[in-house]
């Protein structure tokens, strides 16, 4: 199989993080409440060609038979890259070995030059110029060997090569086939489900409630709305990158196990994009109560005597989220001034990275902000 050399631009990763979330938030706000549950797609199913083909997702989502063809042949494939990596590495030590002994043939070679008499003389010492032709003479013969080890590595190498390659080749033909054929798989396989009666009722999950992790959650304003707002965006916008991990990650897989061609981006790339949400998501998820807390003796209190203990425990929690937004602010700042990159290949600038350790503590302290505001206002409003 032909290595891969793809190497992530900065500037791409960077764009996919912007671009990738605001076109898949378009996307599902147009199609809400236009797909029926169950509708095959067609969108879909080719999504799961392109991407999933090679082990045959795109039979599998329309369920059909079709799949345990490719199954057999994916598993076909991972072992003849097990067995290319395996012949490359001892093809490697033979070509180590060659070296050795091409160098050691070289030194016996002048060795025994310099032991050798000029023409018409005599050597001036017998028993050393027997042992410099003796080693030159072992040298050659353990060069013939080598280079028959390694004759016979490069065939072993060269036949799961083109195992590899055959086995590719037969994946990718049933792929262009399979291009043409989907329509028609789509429609026989809506019309077959469109004629069974499905008797099995579907489970109708209990709605989640969010928001509700105290009664002064369901106090709005229009200037503390404005930040709940905010900080929905923020989290369902940032939530998408995880569709970004997906395709990374199975390219990474596609890479190293069927093209030997691991990469050093891709891991590097995810954990700080994972980094970064984590971050960026601290006011959403306190927003909706989702951050860890004890409720032990919490639960048992009177509302007003909830909203009494938030607004007393409150400030505890701005100690630590400015404390967060200060040292951030600094390690932001200290990252551009060094303009700061990994210490990996792929060099990825760090200063952005940084940058959403203050934007996530400014979210959180001003979701905080909100909170506190409504526990207040829940106190005050509310009659005893």
Same mark, same amino acid.
């Given at each position: 199989m032909p290595d891969l050399t793809f190497f992530l631009p900065h500037w791409f990763y960077w764009m996919s993080l912007i671009v990738i979330p605001l076109l898949c938030m378009f996307v599902i706000r147009r199609q809400k409440g236009k797909v029926k549950e169950g509708e095959l797609s067609y969108g879909i199913a080719y999504m799961f060609w392109f991407f999933g083909g090679i082990a045959g997702l795109h039979r599998l989502y329309l369920k059909n038979k079709g799949v345990l063809i490719y199954l057999p042949l994916l598993v076909a494939v991972l072992f003849a890259n097990a067995q290319v990596k395996e012949?490359?590495?001892?093809?490697?030590?033979?070509? /180590?070995?060659?070296?050795?002994?091409?160098?050691?043939?070289?030194?016996? &070679?002048?060795?025994?030059?310099?032991?050798? +008499?000029?023409e018409g003389e005599t050597a001036r010492d017998q028993e050393a @110029?027997?042992? $410099?032709?003796?080693?030159?003479?072992?040298?050659?013969?353990? #060069?013939?060997?080598?280079?028959?080890?390694l004759a016979a590595t490069?065939? &072993?190498l060269n036949k799961? /090569?083109?195992?590899?390659?055959?086995?590719? =080749?037969?994946?990718?033909?049933?792929?262009?086939?399979?291009?043409? @054929?989907?329509?028609? @798989? %789509?429609?026989?396989r809506a019309d077959y489900e469109s004629s069974?009666?499905?008797?099995?009722? &579907? !489970?109708?999950?209990?709605?989640?409630?969010?928001?509700?992790?105290? +009664? $002064?959650a369901?106090?709005?304003?229009?200037?503390?709305?404005?930040?709940?707002?905010? /900080?929905?965006?923020?989290?369902?916008?940032?939530?998408?990158?995880?569709?970004?991990?997906?395709?990374?990650? !199975?390219?990474?897989?596609? $890479?190293?196990?069927?093209? /030997?061609s691991p990469t050093n981006w891709a891991h590097e790339g995810m954990f700080l994009m994972f980094g970064m949400q984590y971050m960026l998501a601290a006011g959403y998820t306190l927003r909706e109560g989702g951050h860890v807390h004890v409720d032990i003796i919490y639960n048992y209190f009177s509302d007003r005597m909830k909203a009494l203990v938030d607004i007393l425990t409150?400030?505890?929690?701005?100690?630590?989220? #400015?404390? %967060?937004?200060?040292?951030?602010?600094?390690?932001? =700042?200290?990252s551009v001034q060094i303009w700061e990159v990994s210490f990996t290949e792929w060099a990825i600038a760090y200063w952005p990275i940084k940058l959403t350790i203050p934007l996530g503590a400014l979210l959180l302290t001003l979701q905080g902000f909100t909170r506190l505001f409504k526990d207040i206002i829940f106190l005050t409003e509310t009659k005893v």
């Open positions: 012949a490359v590495n001892v093809h490697s030590g033979a070509m /180590n070995e060659m070296s050795i002994v091409e160098f050691k043939l070289e030194r016996a &070679q002048t060795k025994f030059d310099l032991e050798k +008499p000029a @110029l027997e042992s $410099a032709r003796q080693n030159l003479e072992e040298a050659r013969q353990t #060069l013939g060997s080598v280079k028959q080890e490069t065939a &072993q799961w /090569n083109w195992v590899a390659r055959i086995l590719a =080749m037969i994946i990718g033909l049933l792929l262009i086939i399979d291009a043409f @054929l989907l329509p028609g @798989l %789509i429609r026989r069974v009666e499905k008797k099995e009722q &579907q !489970y109708q999950f209990p709605e989640e409630k969010t928001g509700d992790y105290s +009664p $002064a369901q106090v709005h304003r229009p200037w503390l709305d404005w930040i709940d707002k905010l /900080n929905g965006f923020v989290g369902e916008f940032i939530c998408y990158w995880s569709i970004i991990a997906v395709f990374v990650y !199975y390219y990474e897989v596609v $890479a190293r196990y069927f093209f /030997n409150s400030v505890f929690f701005f100690i630590f989220t #400015l404390a %967060i937004l200060w040292s951030g602010w600094t390690f932001f =700042m200290d």
